[in-house]
């Protein structure tokens, strides 16, 4: 509608203006030679701009047939570029089928249309070849990538990838920290270098990365913390089995003061205290992580550093050592477990099995039922009460231990690095929960694969 209106005023104005042309009064005299012409105004404007468009009629048509073969080179780049750019999606589409026939045609079809997207053809011809096994070919156009400012990147991420899957960590590493120094802003570089420098045990250099990476948000306060801990105590078996007592009490001091509750630093600073017979930092180390984590690995570590009043033999000064631990969380089932434990030892029976009952109303567990199977055996002995009390315990619910949060496997003690190469994926967690999670977890990683993925044994979590 206000197309139409607007048409009509247009044509409304162009009226106007010839009929008041028309009204006006007066001629032009034109005197050339022997020739004398008289027009009427109006006449003669009219007779001007007829002159005018047929001259630019005429120009228009002599030049569009000037620039034909010019026009007609436009219009074959515009429909290369659309093949060329069609050619690298159904390209790009057979690398990921994995189609590396269709993968390395379209490849020679996007180089004929698009002579000017070199970086996005070279990396279509690199996965092609990839994909065909031809990785020192590969290798040699993400090299030449790497040349070309605007598509450095592509060819870094390509090396990477081929260096990562040939298992050439360090080579790895090197290529990944060039990258990062021309994109020092690209957080999945930042991601890659952290990785590797861990998988490289290069620990000191990762705390370096992680910091950066826990700055820009990259990774939680928390997790960054746990990752810290888990490279301290790495550090630590290093220098531990270099025979360096000296590091290995820096690293271990290093990752308590980073969590003062993460009960496998705990116990080995306090282990090593142990040894100096420091007894009264291992017993503050010990009431401090208790009263938020309560775990059984601390036990054996407060039976040694109990004073020499405590030992066995003195059942007094024994249960009021427990006592106190007992004190620090009441209502922890590891600080009853303990207390219980230690009364069936010294033959405090009665006592003994009033801990055993506030267990059970809390749940069920295996050590529950074998402590009653014991304090059965000790005080009555009863071979088929304790007969009973063991076929419970062979029935309870299975109880919490270190196992890897990714593979499911199950380990003694914490560590670090696990059997598989794993950095940080040892948790205190029940194994059938963990053997589910990590089932769920395989089978999304191999529906979602991303072009380019750190490995899991690059995996950083508690």
């Excluded at 270098?193 to 045990?201: A, K, M």
């Excluded at 109990?306 to 033999?313: E, M, R, T, Y």
């Excluded at 009021?320 to 030892?345: F, H, T």
Aim: overall charge positive; hydrophobic content about 45%; aromatic content about 10%.
């Amino acid at each position: 509608m206000i197309r139409a209106l607007w048409f009509l005023i247009k044509v409304s104005i162009v009226v106007a203006i010839a009929v008041w042309l028309a009204e006006q009064k007066g001629t032009i005299v034109i005197d050339w030679a022997p020739y004398k012409l008289t027009f009427h105004v109006g006449m003669f404007l009219f007779a001007l701009f007829v002159l005018l468009f047929l001259s630019n009629l005429l120009f228009s048509i002599i030049k569009g047939t000037l620039d034909l073969p010019k026009s007609l080179r436009r219009y074959k780049d515009i429909t290369d570029r659309e093949k060329g750019y069609r050619a690298l999606t159904i390209g790009l589409t057979a690398i990921a089928a994995g189609d590396s026939k269709n993968a390395s045609y379209q490849a020679h079809r996007a180089r004929a249309f698009l002579k000017e997207e070199d970086g996005l053809v070279k990396l279509l011809e690199a996965q092609s070849a990839r994909l065909n096994g031809q990785e020192e070919k590969a290798g040699q156009i993400f090299a030449s990538l790497m040349q070309d400012k605007n598509a450095a990147f592509l060819g870094i991420r390509g090396l990477l990838q081929s260096a990562m899957d040939g298992g050439d960590y360090a080579g790895a590493l090197e290529l990944g920290r060039k990258g990062l120094a021309m994109y020092p802003k690209h957080a999945w570089l930042l991601k890659i270098v952290y990785h590797l420098e861990i998988r490289n045990r290069d620990w000191e250099s990762a705390r370096k990365t992680l910091y950066r990476l826990e700055k820009t948000g990259e990774i939680p306060v928390n997790k960054a913390n746990s990752d810290r801990v888990a490279m301290y105590i790495a550090e630590a078996e290093d220098a531990q089995s270099r025979g360096d007592e000296r590091e290995l009490y820096r690293c271990l001091n290093k990752a308590y003061k980073c969590d003062k509750r993460f009960v496998p630093s705990v116990m080995r600073l306090g282990e090593m205290f142990l040894k100096r017979g420091n007894k009264t930092a291992v017993i503050g180390m010990i009431e401090e992580a208790w009263k938020i984590t309560p775990h059984p690995g601390l036990v054996p570590l407060w039976e040694q550093a109990a004073p020499h009043s405590a030992k066995k033999g003195d059942t007094l000064a024994r249960v009021k050592w427990y006592e106190r631990l007992l004190l620090l969380n009441p209502e922890s089932v590891e600080g009853l477990l303990a207390m219980a434990d230690v009364l069936i030892q010294e033959g405090l029976w009665g006592e003994a099995k009033k801990y055993l009952q506030k267990v059970d109303v809390l749940g069920p567990s295996v050590r529950l039922y074998k402590l009653w199977a014991r304090l059965e055996e000790k005080s009555t002995g009863n071979d088929e009460a304790v007969k009973i009390w063991l076929e419970k315990a062979s029935d309870a619910p299975r109880e919490k231990v270190w196992i890897c949060s990714e593979t499911g496997h199950v380990y003694d003690r914490w560590v670090p690095v696990s059997d598989h190469g794993l950095f940080n994926t040892i948790v205190w967690d029940y194994p059938q929960s963990r053997h589910h999670d990590a089932a769920l977890r395989l089978v999304s990683k191999v529906s979602n694969e991303p072009l380019l993925e750190a490995p899991a044994k690059f995996a950083s979590s508690r």
